[in-house]
């Protein structure tokens, strides 16, 4: 139970959502995101608010939650800037090349909003360290095929995998 007004994470997330399109104006369309994707990034940051929200520090909750909220969108917009520079691009809408349908509906098979949200931040860190190795293992590639693609060996891919998955355990 959080202790903000007597609310749990998710009621907290959900009575607020609204305030997400209130800060979503200060930033769209500049920002050059689709106004859905740039939500959902606003929602990350009121989840992580709603999360770590005191009320007996004597703060309002949408003062608390507008820093989480831009936070999370400054950081979706560095990360943004920074993938033109350097040409990577994984689309969480594009097809994957066995057709089964999109990364997104490959993550898409959670029950609460707190985990869908945790599994997005997790795809975002492996896109974030190693984005060739994680949409070859999301296509199915194990980690020796994705060694002769790559041109490196089974054990460095090994390797990279296993940092990934301590990062990801270092996030929750």
């Known amino acids: 139970m959080n202790t903000a007004l007597g609310n749990d994470v998710n009621t907290l997330v959900q009575n607020h959502l609204s305030f997400v399109h209130f800060i979503l104006k200060k930033y769209y369309p500049r920002a050059g995101f689709d106004y859905d994707d740039f939500f959902q990034i606003g929602c990350i940051g009121l989840v992580k ?3 770590r929200f005191d009320a007996t520090l004597g703060f309002k ?5 507008a820093y989480w909220i831009e936070n999370e969108l400054k950081k979706a917009i560095r990360w943004q800037k920074a993938v033109k520079r350097t040409g ?3 689309s969480m809408e594009s ?4 057709g089964n349908g999109s990364l ?4 898409a098979t959670y029950d609460s909003v707190e985990e869908e949200v945790e599994a997005s931040l997790l795809f975002n860190e492996f896109i974030r360290k190693e984005p060739v190795i994680t949409k070859l293992a999301l296509q199915g590639y194990t980690q020796m095929e994705i060694g002769r693609k790559l041109g490196i060996s089974q054990g ?3 390797q990279k995998m296993q940092s990934m998955k301590k990062a990801a355990v270092a996030m929750c």
């Open 156 to 158: 460095l891919v090994s």
């Open 95 to 98: 097809e994957n090349e066995d």
């Open 61 to 65: 909750f949408t003062t608390y939650s």
């Open 49 to 51: 608010a709603a999360q």
């Open 104 to 107: 997104v509906d490959l993550l």
């Open 88 to 90: 990577h691009v994984i």
